[in-house]
T-cell receptor, first 114, second 115 residues
Framework: AQTVTQSQPEMSVQEAETVTLSCTYD???????LFWYKQPPSRQMILVIR??????QNATENRFSVNFQKAAKSFSLKISDSQLGDAAMYFC???????????FGTGTLLAVQP | SQTIHQWPATLVQPVGSPLSLECTVE??????LYWYRQAAGRGLQLLFY??????ISSEVPQNLSASRPQDRQFILSSKKLLLSDSGFYLC??????????????FGPGTRLTVL
C-alpha cells in the first residue's frame, strides 16, 4: 500500500530565511502525482505545488520549489524568503492510479519568526 | 473561475441527531467530488468520492453517507451522530479527466462538534 511520511512534526524559520520540509513516500507505481498543500489557521487546504512523477524537472511556484528524487522516493518542499503568511500546517500528498485517491502525510507545522 | 462552497461553516449537534452538510461547486461541469474528514491534529481521511450524479464510492465504513443529487452538489449525511463524528469536514473537487488525475481543490470546510 502507498504511504506518505512527514518526519518533521514541527519546523521553525526566521522571516526572510529559507526552510525545507521533508516528505518521503512508498509506492510500487511508476506513474503518480505528488502535491504539497498548505493549511493556515483558517483550515482551508490550499494547493502549493504539484509534481508529475514522469517529469524530471522540479516544479516551482514563485518562492516555493520542490526537490523530487524519484529513485529515493523523496519529495521535499523549499520555501525561500519566508514570510509571516507562510506559517501553516503543510501536508504532502500522493496520488496514484492503483488507489485512485489522494493519500496525505501527517503534516508539518511551520512557524515563521519575525 | 471555479469556486467551491461548503455550509454550514460551524455546527454543534447533540449525539443521536441527524446531519446534513452541503458542498457545491461553481464554474465547472461534471467534476469529481470528494468528502474528507480531519480529526484534530491529524491528516485527512477520505470518506467518499463521486465521479457523477448518483455515483458514490465509500472509503470507510461508518454511520455517514453521501449523495450527489445534482452534478455540482455533494451532500454528507448521517441519521444519528456519534461523538466520534466530531471533526473538520472538507469537500474537494477535481476535473474529470477520464482515468488520470487532476489537482484536488478544497472548500473552506465545516467544523462539526458532537456533544
Amino acid at each position: 500500500a502507498q504511504t506518505v511520511t512527514q518526519s518533521q512534526p514541527e519546523m521553525s524559520v526566521q522571516e526572510a530565511e529559507t526552510v525545507t520540509l521533508s516528505c518521503t513516500y512508498d509506492t510500487s507505481e511508476s506513474d503518480y502525482y505528488l502535491f504539497w498543500y498548505k493549511q493556515p489557521p483558517s483550515r482551508q487546504m490550499i494547493l502549493v505545488i504539484r509534481q508529475e512523477a514522469y517529469k524530471q524537472q522540479n516544479a516551482t511556484e514563485n518562492r516555493f520549489s520542490v526537490n523530487f528524487q524519484k529513485a529515493a522516493k523523496s519529495f521535499s518542499l523549499k520555501i525561500s524568503d519566508s514570510q509571516l503568511g507562510d506559517a501553516a500546517m503543510y501536508f504532502c500528498a500522493y496520488y496514484g492510479g492503483a488507489t485512485n485517491k489522494l493519500i496525505f502525510g501527517t503534516g508539518t507545522l511551520l512557524a515563521v519568526q519575525p | 473561475s471555479q469556486t467551491i462552497h461548503q455550509w454550514p461553516a460551524t455546527l454543534v449537534q447533540p449525539v443521536g441527531s441527524p446531519l446534513s452538510l452541503e458542498c457545491t461547486v461553481e464554474g465547472t461541469s461534471n467534476p469529481n467530488l470528494y468528502w474528507y474528514r480531519q480529526a484534530a491534529g491529524r491528516g485527512l481521511q477520505l470518506l467518499f468520492y463521486s465521479v457523477g450524479i448518483g455515483q458514490i464510492s465509500s472509503e470507510v465504513p461508518q454511520n455517514l453517507s453521501a449523495s450527489r443529487p445534482q452534478d455540482r452538489q455533494f451532500i454528507l449525511s448521517s441519521k444519528k451522530l456519534l461523538l466520534s463524528d466530531s471533526g473538520f469536514y472538507l469537500c474537494a473537487w477535481s476535473r474529470f479527466s477520464g482515468g488520470s488525475t487532476d489537482t484536488q481543490y478544497f472548500g473552506p470546510g465545516t467544523r462539526l462538534t458532537v456533544l
